[in-house]
């Protein structure tokens, strides 16, 4: 299944609206991830924090993958982000789609996708 599918499948935008703010109600309580956001246009901009949900989704292209290095590169050698942070993310984006009842099939095909980018997001 290819990312449009996935994309679709789980319900596309509208899904989106529905989870965007538990999820980062999620981020933004858990201390281990918050600091990241705290100086970030990711802390207020609903339309950037719907971007980045929509990549979490799967919803991204190949051609994203190196801008995904590029956004995350500052926070990878200097803050030092890490396995630790991508792991936490995975979590509370899964949970957000278990809370929001989302098939337990197109949450592991999600997860499949998003740990797809781990190697880009971390910069190695
Ligand atoms: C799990 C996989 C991840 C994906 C797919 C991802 C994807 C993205 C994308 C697409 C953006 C740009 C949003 C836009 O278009 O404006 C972004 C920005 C950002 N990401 Fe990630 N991200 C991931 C993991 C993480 C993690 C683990 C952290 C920190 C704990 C993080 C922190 C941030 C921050 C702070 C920004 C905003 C950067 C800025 O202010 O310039 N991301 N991410």
Redesign the pocket.
Known sequence: MDNEDIFEKIGGKLTVNIIVDPFFER?LNDD??AP??S?????S?L???K??L???FGG?NDS?LE??RE??KS?VEKDG?NDK??N???IH?KNTLLEAEISPELISQVMER?EG??K???CR
Request: without cysteine; positive net charge; glycine residues 0%.
């Open positions: 981020i281990k991830i990241f956001f100086d970030s246009y990711l802390d901009q339309a950037a924090r971007r980045f929509t990549t979490l991204y994203d801008r995904m956004i995350h926070m982000l942070h991508f936490a993310m995975l984006l998003t980018t781990r880009y997001v971390l």
